[in-house]
């Protein structure tokens, strides 16, 4: 196989742009790929192979994308701080036969378990490329930054890199995979960085200096000269990895508080999640109203504020499970997508976490009448609301949907009856905990 490397001369260039001048149909600089090669799919994002500035890259063919619950970008302005660019000069021009090794099963497993925390690891090649087969509309667009949580032994982030991924930026927590991972941030040069840092750890609570891989998503954006963008802008970042089924509820929890308020990692726009979650989380992120066991605060909070959209499920032991079992048999890769109409005049992210308390109130008894919820917190306000959004007198908490919850919330915010003090008690009880 003939390599393409940065140092090829002028004049071979000038060659080749002759051949295909004087009608020569083909002049293939890279030999076709070995039978192992065959998993690469046809529409990976070709590079450019002439020698010019990065910005001057041919843009891969376009591709069919999956249908997306989530509504489309308008056409608004962006960050370029954010955007996934490469820098003149600094990437590895890669060919598509000319990938970067995955390694294989074995060769990883015994990477992985170096960890000596409860963690789960990509360690198949094959399951990587199923990751970023899914991926592969998110990386030929290229306009998001890719944030890969724990990789690891980094199987997943060279898949990205092969895939075409413009930029990754490897958070990881366990000092045992940073050489390794350092090492193909220098050969890359630009294409990848490094962070130790633990992504499931941002912002806590307190002030001061933090000692990594604890750390601050103000700190870790501006070393990677991420900025904050309008909400209705394109998506900046997109998160990839697999949630802790240790605490994976108090993660999502602390989630949903930091994007009804714009905190953390949200403040810097509607950061994307895709990430392997728990069939029981999931089938609770997704339950609909009137299933009175399952339907809770949690499920009406995201689905109000993300489309959410199931990728793929994955039986558990494709993975490398360094965890006590988890009673789980499967994982699903989902994409959470905050929605660009979440915030309006009536909600903002300074009144987000009041939203949340409603919610998680009126959800503690999901077959209590809702109009009697509505009247603990206002008399006699009970009846001028249910009727304004066309319930019954008898509809129950259970039944009403998320778009529904919004839309009381909104008519309480409208009214003038209604204060926040109904709330300092739960907010006393909940602050920072992430409960439901």
């Not at 909400?231 to 509820?249: C, H, L, M, Y």
């Not at 206002?378 to 529904?404: N, R």
Request: charge should be neutral; glycine fraction near 6%; aromatic fraction near 8%.
């Amino acid at each position: 196989m003939v390599r393409i490397c940065k140092t090829w001369s002028k004049y071979v260039f000038r060659e080749l742009f002759s051949i295909k001048v004087m009608g020569i149909k083909s002049a293939s600089l890279c030999t076709l790929p070995s039978a192992t090669h065959r998993t690469f799919s046809t529409s990976v994002g070709t590079y450019s192979l002439d020698p010019l500035p990065s910005g001057s890259r041919k843009t891969p063919a376009p591709v069919a994308k999956p249908e997306r619950i989530s509504p489309s970008s308008g056409g608004v302005q962006r960050n370029l701080s954010a955007v996934a660019v490469p820098l003149q000069g600094q990437f590895r021009p890669l060919c598509r036969y000319d990938p970067l090794d995955l390694g294989d099963v074995e060769e990883n497993t015994q990477k992985a378990l170096a960890c000596k925390h409860l963690r789960q690891f990509i360690v198949d090649p094959s399951l990587a490329r199923i990751v970023t087969d899914h991926l592969a509309g998110d990386i030929d667009d290229g306009k998001a930054v890719i944030f890969e949580c724990n990789p690891g032994p980094g199987v997943l982030t060279r898949a990205l890199l092969n895939r075409g991924a413009q930029r990754v930026v490897a958070l990881e927590s366990d000092t045992n995979f940073l050489p390794d991972l350092k090492d193909l941030e220098r050969k890359l040069d630009g294409q990848l960085d490094v962070v130790h840092c633990d992504f499931f750890k941002l912002d806590p609570l307190g002030h001061g200096s933090m000692k990594p891989p604890v750390m601050y998503s103000e700190k870790l954006f501006s070393e990677l000269a991420i900025s904050e963008v309008p909400w209705t802008a394109d998506v900046p970042v997109k998160i990839v990895g697999i949630f802790s089924q240790r605490n994976e509820k108090n993660i999502l929890w602390k989630l949903i508080y930091n994007l009804f308020e714009r905190r953390s990692i949200f403040h810097y726009g509607r950061v994307e999640l895709i990430m392997f979650i728990s069939q029981k989380e999931y089938a609770k992120l997704v339950t609909r109203p009137r299933d009175y066991r399952n339907y809770q605060a949690f499920s009406v909070l995201w689905q109000m504020a993300c489309d959410i959209e199931l990728l793929h499920e994955e039986p558990l032991s494709s993975f490398l499970t360094v965890t006590k079992n988890s009673g789980s048999d499967k994982l699903c890769l989902v994409r959470i997508t905050p929605r660009e109409d979440l915030f309006n005049s009536h909600l903002t992210p300074l009144n987000g976490s009041t939203l949340v308390l409603m919610v998680k109130q009126c959800l503690a008894k999901r077959k209590s009448r809702l109009i009697e919820q509505i009247n603990s917190w206002s008399p006699g306000s009970g009846s001028e609301l249910i009727s304004k959004l066309s319930f019954l007198d008898d509809t129950m908490t259970g039944d009403v949907y998320p778009d529904e919850f919004k839309r009381l919330f909104e008519l309480m915010e409208q009214s003038g009856n209604f204060t926040q003090s109904w709330l300092y008690e739960e907010m006393l009880e909940t602050t920072n905990t992430g409960h439901a």
